[in-house]
């Protein structure tokens, strides 16, 4: 099992920063890929980036690239996700997850943070 225990968050006008980051525990060995996903207002959950546990290799959304970066610390056992000129259509629930095989599909993560809600306001 791994546990994911995500902080940061919060209220933000539109282009500013929020950082958010993600305690793993447990099998972190296991890991394969930390994941962002994200779920807005009446909408399905969806991707945001993802970050190779060891190899550090990013992989964004095209809604994002450019402008949010992840970045880990394998001694921390940590995730980050900076947030970067946030726009309103940036609210919504952030998530945290942890995959041994997958990227970009929820489907493939079977760890999953609390959850940590981000509000842009205009």
């Known amino acids: 099992q791994v546990q994911l225990v995500e902080s940061g968050g919060g209220l933000v006008q539109a282009g500013g920063s929020l950082r958010l980051s993600c305690a793993a525990s447990?099998?972190?060995?296991?890991?394969?890929?930390m994941g962002w996903f994200r779920q807005p207002p009446g909408k399905e959950r969806e991707f945001v980036g993802a970050?190779?546990?060891?190899?550090?290799?990013?992989y964004y959304a095209d809604s994002v690239k450019g402008r949010f970066t992840i970045s880990r610390d394998n001694a921390k056992n940590t995730v980050y996700l900076q947030m970067n000129s946030l726009k309103p259509e940036d609210t919504a629930v952030y998530y945290c997850a942890a995959s041994n095989s997958g990227t970009y599909y929820a489907y493939e993560y079977s760890y999953w943070g609390q959850g940590t809600q981000i509000t842009v306001s205009s």
């Open positions: 970050i190779r546990w060891s190899a550090g290799n990013t």
């Open positions: 447990g099998r972190t060995f296991s890991i394969y890929t």
